[in-house]
């Protein structure tokens, strides 16, 4: 549901791909409470890691039915692993609780757009849609070239449907925020 209360899903090709890109916030019977406050809830735990000294990243999965089945946080600084982004340990999760790799059906909702390697591991897991807080544009980010998750699907030709727009403001300004905190502390 948007703001006024209408549904309001803009599909738009995207180069000659498949896939949909819907823009706004998407709800529909397959997402129980809805977008926003399960990104509420991303916020939430974006704020925990980062509050842990970790980045502020937070994503949770949702299956078919509306139930969060994993949730995961930025671990990367806590647990010197690179490969720890809230996306990666909310699919180990969400995979040992389920026992399979393939989670067709579920929704990934993450408060900020997915790394290349998050989005690898989303696709090679068969994710049906990424919902996605900030986007790397919007925080003008100089360091990632390119890359976008769409630019990256084109790129490999897979589908996945997106969901975007959703808090992206709140998403960015927590990162943003975190990342001023980050440079004041290098300068003491
Ligand atoms: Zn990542």
């Known amino acids: ?17 498949a896939f ?20 509420g809830i991303c916020l939430d735990v974006a704020r925990q890691a980062g509050a842990a000294g970790n980045r502020p990243i937070g994503s949770i999965i949702v299956d078919a039915a509306g139930g969060i089945v994993a949730q995961g946080e930025n671990r990367m600084y806590t647990t010197f692993d690179p490969t720890a982004h809230g996306e990666t340990v909310a699919i180990r999760e969400a995979t040992r609780k389920l026992r399979t790799v393939d989670l067709s059906g579920c929704t990934l909702y993450t408060s900020l757009e997915p790394c290349p390697m998050c989005c690898w ?6 994710f049906g849609t ?9 925080l003008g980010r100089k360091d ?6 769409e630019a990256f699907l084109e790129f490999m030709g ?7 727009g959703i808090r992206a403001r709140a998403c960015e300004d ?3 925020a975190w990342e001023a905190e980050q440079q004041a502390r290098a300068r003491v």
């Open 174 to 176: 927590l990162r943003r």
């Open 144 to 149: 990632m070239g390119r890359y976008s998750v």
């Open 20 to 39: 949909r890109v819907l823009r706004g916030i998407a709800v529909s019977s397959g997402y129980g409470s809805g977008s926003r406050p399960l990104h």
């Open 121 to 126: 591991a989303i696709i090679d897991s068969r």
């Open 158 to 164: 897979r589908p996945l449907q997106l969901v975007t």
């Open 1 to 17: 549901m948007t703001r006024n209360g209408s549904t309001q899903l803009q599909s738009t090709e995207h180069g000659t791909s």
């Open 130 to 138: 990424l919902a996605m807080g900030g986007r790397y544009a919007g």
